[in-house]
């Protein structure tokens, strides 16, 4: 791998201040995509499609579908991030949350196993095991983890609920 040695430049290159003065990375769903997620939600759990199933035909999001190309373009060629706001999470169980995500999800690209256990999900909370063990992960110990991607070309994080503590 060759090591640039010119500055980076171009929309990928920000500071987290510079983000915190702005919103523009910040997408509000609408009332008509929000509808449409639920609508799509009854129809995978009517169809009986298991979550990790669901692909982008199986969770139509017509009012999404406008704001798609602009989302990989951010993601892609923009500041590589971007936030979703407006599902109100206190409607969801946690299995429908997860399916949620996985639905809106499969509209952004397609979904590939990140670590040796070839999950394609999983959750981030404290399960009371050790940081530092080879069997477990970072993201299930109340440790604290250091700056890091994971390596993969987007990943998707989805806040069911606040952390009590922390979480900076």
């Known amino acids: 791998m060759e090591i ?12 987290g201040a510079q983000m915190a003065r702005t919103g523009e990375w910040i997408v509000h769903l609408s009332s008509a995509v929000l509808a449409d997620i ?22 139509p999001l017509p009012a999404f579908e406008p704001l798609v190309a602009g989302i990989q373009r951010e993601l892609e060629d923009g500041r ?8 109100a999470m206190e409607r969801y169980s946690v299995d429908d949350a997860e399916t949620v995500c996985w639905g809106i999800c499969s509209h952004l690209g397609d979904a590939v196993s ?13 399960m009371g095991l050790t940081f530092g063990d080879p069997q477990v ?9 250091f ?6 070309d ?6 069911v609920r606040p952390a009590k503590s922390g979480g900076v």
């Open 137 to 145: 992960r970072g993201y299930e110990t109340r440790s604290w983890l």
């Open 147 to 152: 700056f890091h991607n994971d390596n993969g």
């Open 80 to 87: 590589g991030f971007c936030m979703l706001r407006g599902i």
């Open 38 to 59: 639920d609508a799509a939600l009854a129809r995978v759990r009517a169809r009986g499609i298991a979550t990790l199933d669901i692909r982008c035909g199986d969770f």
């Open 154 to 159: 987007v990943v998707g994080l989805f806040c």
């Open 114 to 126: 990140q670590n040796a256990r070839g999950e394609l999900l999983a959750h981030v909370r404290d």
């Open 4 to 15: 640039p040695r010119e500055p980076i430049r171009g929309a990928c290159v920000w500071t």
